[in-house]
Antibody, heavy 123, light 110 residues
Protein backbone atom coordinates (compact mmCIF):
# COMPACT_ATOMS: atom_id res chain seq x y z
CA UNK A 1 0.00 0.00 0.00
CA UNK A 2 1.26 3.43 -0.95
CA UNK A 3 1.64 5.66 2.11
CA UNK A 4 2.94 9.12 2.87
CA UNK A 5 3.56 10.19 6.46
CA UNK A 6 4.32 13.81 7.32
CA UNK A 7 5.95 15.07 10.49
CA UNK A 8 7.60 18.18 11.85
CA UNK A 9 4.69 20.58 12.12
CA UNK A 10 4.07 22.72 15.17
CA UNK A 11 3.76 26.21 16.60
CA UNK A 12 6.47 28.69 15.63
CA UNK A 13 6.85 32.44 16.03
CA UNK A 14 6.88 34.77 13.02
CA UNK A 15 10.36 34.81 11.52
CA UNK A 16 11.10 31.33 12.82
CA UNK A 17 11.90 28.09 11.01
CA UNK A 18 10.53 24.58 10.76
CA UNK A 19 11.57 21.47 8.86
CA UNK A 20 8.85 19.16 7.60
CA UNK A 21 9.53 15.55 6.67
CA UNK A 22 7.60 13.10 4.53
CA UNK A 23 8.30 9.37 4.74
CA UNK A 24 7.13 7.41 1.71
CA UNK A 25 6.46 3.70 1.34
CA UNK A 26 4.82 1.27 -1.03
CA UNK A 27 6.23 2.60 -4.31
CA UNK A 28 9.55 3.27 -6.04
CA UNK A 29 10.13 6.67 -4.51
CA UNK A 30 12.89 7.83 -6.86
CA UNK A 31 10.66 7.35 -9.92
CA UNK A 32 8.14 9.97 -8.84
CA UNK A 33 8.12 13.70 -8.46
CA UNK A 34 6.77 14.82 -5.11
CA UNK A 35 5.05 17.93 -3.83
CA UNK A 36 3.93 19.87 -0.79
CA UNK A 37 0.46 21.32 -0.88
CA UNK A 38 -0.92 23.43 1.96
CA UNK A 39 -4.40 24.36 3.02
CA UNK A 40 -5.10 27.30 5.27
CA UNK A 41 -8.10 27.07 7.62
CA UNK A 42 -11.32 27.30 5.62
CA UNK A 43 -9.50 27.73 2.32
CA UNK A 44 -8.79 25.59 -0.73
CA UNK A 45 -5.53 23.76 -1.39
CA UNK A 46 -2.48 25.74 -2.52
CA UNK A 47 0.46 24.08 -4.25
CA UNK A 48 3.73 25.01 -2.48
CA UNK A 49 6.65 23.13 -4.01
CA UNK A 50 7.58 20.31 -6.41
CA UNK A 51 10.74 18.24 -6.73
CA UNK A 52 11.74 15.89 -9.54
CA UNK A 53 12.37 12.22 -8.79
CA UNK A 54 16.12 12.61 -8.96
CA UNK A 55 16.03 15.69 -6.74
CA UNK A 56 17.86 17.69 -9.40
CA UNK A 57 15.15 20.26 -9.99
CA UNK A 58 12.53 21.91 -7.85
CA UNK A 59 9.85 24.54 -8.25
CA UNK A 60 8.25 26.89 -5.73
CA UNK A 61 5.11 28.98 -5.52
CA UNK A 62 5.84 32.70 -5.57
CA UNK A 63 4.45 32.97 -2.04
CA UNK A 64 7.30 30.85 -0.61
CA UNK A 65 10.13 31.36 -3.09
CA UNK A 66 13.36 32.33 -1.35
CA UNK A 67 12.07 31.18 2.06
CA UNK A 68 11.32 27.47 1.57
CA UNK A 69 13.72 24.80 0.29
CA UNK A 70 12.64 21.36 -0.86
CA UNK A 71 14.96 18.35 -0.89
CA UNK A 72 14.74 14.56 -0.92
CA UNK A 73 16.76 11.54 0.16
CA UNK A 74 15.94 8.73 -2.22
CA UNK A 75 18.07 6.24 -0.30
CA UNK A 76 15.68 6.66 2.65
CA UNK A 77 12.46 7.42 0.73
CA UNK A 78 12.12 10.75 2.48
CA UNK A 79 11.39 14.32 1.42
CA UNK A 80 12.07 17.46 3.41
CA UNK A 81 10.69 21.00 3.37
CA UNK A 82 12.85 23.56 5.13
CA UNK A 83 10.72 26.60 5.95
CA UNK A 84 12.47 29.80 7.02
CA UNK A 85 11.27 33.34 7.72
CA UNK A 86 7.82 32.02 8.50
CA UNK A 87 4.85 34.36 8.38
CA UNK A 88 1.35 34.23 9.81
CA UNK A 89 0.01 33.54 6.32
CA UNK A 90 2.03 30.31 6.20
CA UNK A 91 -0.31 28.85 8.83
CA UNK A 92 -1.91 25.78 7.24
CA UNK A 93 -2.11 22.03 7.07
CA UNK A 94 0.82 20.88 4.94
CA UNK A 95 0.30 17.78 2.83
CA UNK A 96 2.94 15.59 1.25
CA UNK A 97 1.64 14.62 -2.19
CA UNK A 98 2.78 12.22 -4.91
CA UNK A 99 2.55 12.80 -8.67
CA UNK A 100 0.26 10.25 -10.28
CA UNK A 101 2.72 8.91 -12.86
CA UNK A 102 6.51 8.74 -13.21
CA UNK A 103 7.75 11.95 -14.80
CA UNK A 104 7.08 11.99 -18.55
CA UNK A 105 7.44 15.67 -19.27
CA UNK A 106 4.32 16.59 -17.36
CA UNK A 107 4.02 17.67 -13.74
CA UNK A 108 1.02 15.46 -13.15
CA UNK A 109 -2.10 15.30 -11.01
CA UNK A 110 -1.77 14.18 -7.37
CA UNK A 111 -2.87 10.62 -6.69
CA UNK A 112 -1.72 10.04 -3.11
CA UNK A 113 -1.87 12.50 -0.21
CA UNK A 114 -0.56 12.16 3.32
CA UNK A 115 -2.73 12.93 6.34
CA UNK A 116 -1.11 16.35 6.75
CA UNK A 117 0.88 18.13 9.43
CA UNK A 118 -0.26 21.38 11.01
CA UNK A 119 1.95 24.46 10.95
CA UNK A 120 0.89 27.43 13.05
CA UNK A 121 2.82 30.69 12.87
CA UNK A 122 1.87 32.95 15.71
CA UNK A 123 3.41 34.98 18.51
CA UNK B 1 -1.36 32.54 -14.95
CA UNK B 2 -4.57 30.58 -15.43
CA UNK B 3 -7.29 31.20 -12.85
CA UNK B 4 -9.89 28.48 -12.31
CA UNK B 5 -13.38 29.57 -11.29
CA UNK B 6 -15.79 26.99 -9.94
CA UNK B 7 -19.56 27.25 -9.79
CA UNK B 8 -21.82 27.09 -8.02
CA UNK B 9 -20.28 27.86 -4.66
CA UNK B 10 -22.72 25.54 -2.90
CA UNK B 11 -25.02 22.88 -4.29
CA UNK B 12 -27.76 21.22 -2.26
CA UNK B 13 -29.37 18.11 -3.75
CA UNK B 14 -31.20 14.98 -2.66
CA UNK B 15 -30.03 11.36 -2.78
CA UNK B 16 -30.51 9.84 -6.21
CA UNK B 17 -30.25 13.17 -8.03
CA UNK B 18 -27.47 14.25 -10.38
CA UNK B 19 -24.91 16.95 -9.53
CA UNK B 20 -23.24 19.08 -12.17
CA UNK B 21 -20.19 21.07 -11.07
CA UNK B 22 -18.44 23.56 -13.32
CA UNK B 23 -14.82 24.68 -13.58
CA UNK B 24 -13.89 27.47 -15.97
CA UNK B 25 -10.38 28.59 -16.82
CA UNK B 26 -9.36 32.16 -17.59
CA UNK B 27 -7.28 30.70 -20.43
CA UNK B 28 -7.22 27.40 -22.30
CA UNK B 29 -6.14 24.44 -20.18
CA UNK B 30 -3.38 22.85 -22.25
CA UNK B 31 -3.97 19.23 -23.32
CA UNK B 32 -6.90 18.99 -20.92
CA UNK B 33 -4.56 18.73 -17.95
CA UNK B 34 -7.47 19.12 -15.57
CA UNK B 35 -8.15 17.10 -12.42
CA UNK B 36 -10.97 16.92 -9.90
CA UNK B 37 -10.62 16.16 -6.18
CA UNK B 38 -13.10 15.38 -3.41
CA UNK B 39 -12.40 16.55 0.13
CA UNK B 40 -14.42 15.55 3.17
CA UNK B 41 -14.07 17.35 6.53
CA UNK B 42 -10.86 16.49 8.33
CA UNK B 43 -9.49 14.50 5.39
CA UNK B 44 -6.99 15.12 2.64
CA UNK B 45 -8.29 15.64 -0.90
CA UNK B 46 -8.81 12.51 -2.99
CA UNK B 47 -8.17 12.35 -6.73
CA UNK B 48 -11.34 11.57 -8.68
CA UNK B 49 -10.63 12.55 -12.30
CA UNK B 50 -7.48 13.37 -14.28
CA UNK B 51 -6.98 14.35 -17.89
CA UNK B 52 -10.42 15.98 -17.70
CA UNK B 53 -12.28 12.67 -18.12
CA UNK B 54 -10.28 9.70 -16.83
CA UNK B 55 -11.37 8.19 -13.53
CA UNK B 56 -8.68 7.55 -10.95
CA UNK B 57 -8.21 4.08 -9.52
CA UNK B 58 -11.14 2.91 -7.40
CA UNK B 59 -13.46 5.78 -8.27
CA UNK B 60 -17.03 4.63 -8.99
CA UNK B 61 -18.46 5.20 -12.46
CA UNK B 62 -21.07 7.54 -10.91
CA UNK B 63 -18.31 10.15 -11.18
CA UNK B 64 -17.54 11.44 -14.65
CA UNK B 65 -15.59 14.36 -16.06
CA UNK B 66 -15.96 16.16 -19.34
CA UNK B 67 -14.98 19.31 -21.15
CA UNK B 68 -12.06 20.87 -22.95
CA UNK B 69 -10.44 24.21 -23.60
CA UNK B 70 -11.67 26.48 -20.83
CA UNK B 71 -14.85 24.73 -19.68
CA UNK B 72 -14.93 21.54 -17.64
CA UNK B 73 -17.64 19.65 -15.77
CA UNK B 74 -17.73 17.07 -13.02
CA UNK B 75 -20.96 15.08 -13.01
CA UNK B 76 -22.00 12.88 -10.10
CA UNK B 77 -24.98 10.70 -10.89
CA UNK B 78 -27.22 8.85 -8.41
CA UNK B 79 -26.06 10.94 -5.46
CA UNK B 80 -25.39 9.17 -2.19
CA UNK B 81 -25.13 10.75 1.29
CA UNK B 82 -21.38 10.05 1.36
CA UNK B 83 -20.88 12.31 -1.66
CA UNK B 84 -21.25 15.32 0.64
CA UNK B 85 -17.91 17.08 0.32
CA UNK B 86 -16.07 20.00 -1.21
CA UNK B 87 -14.95 19.39 -4.79
CA UNK B 88 -11.93 21.14 -6.29
CA UNK B 89 -10.70 21.32 -9.86
CA UNK B 90 -6.97 21.63 -10.51
CA UNK B 91 -4.88 22.49 -13.51
CA UNK B 92 -1.49 20.85 -14.03
CA UNK B 93 0.97 20.73 -16.93
CA UNK B 94 4.54 20.83 -18.21
CA UNK B 95 5.76 23.05 -15.41
CA UNK B 96 4.93 22.74 -11.75
CA UNK B 97 4.28 26.46 -11.66
CA UNK B 98 1.14 25.62 -13.66
CA UNK B 99 -0.45 23.92 -10.64
CA UNK B 100 -3.60 25.86 -9.78
CA UNK B 101 -6.70 24.93 -7.80
CA UNK B 102 -10.19 26.33 -8.11
CA UNK B 103 -11.86 27.75 -5.02
CA UNK B 104 -14.15 24.73 -4.60
CA UNK B 105 -17.81 23.76 -4.74
CA UNK B 106 -19.50 22.50 -1.59
CA UNK B 107 -21.97 19.70 -2.30
CA UNK B 108 -24.59 19.06 0.35
CA UNK B 109 -26.83 16.00 0.23
CA UNK B 110 -30.15 16.81 1.87
Amino acid sequence: EVQLLESGGGLVQPGGSLRLSCAASGFKFSDYAMNWVRQAPGKGPEWVSHIFGGGDRSYYADSVKGRFTLSRDNSNNTMFLQMNSLRAEDTAVYYCVKDAVPYNGVCDAFDVWGQGTVVTVSS
Amino acid sequence: EVVLTQSPGTLSLSPGERATLSCRGSQTVTSNYLAWYQQKPGQAPRLLIYGASSRATGIPDRFSGSGSGTDFTLTISRLEPEDSAVYYCQKYGRSATMYTFGQGTKLEIK
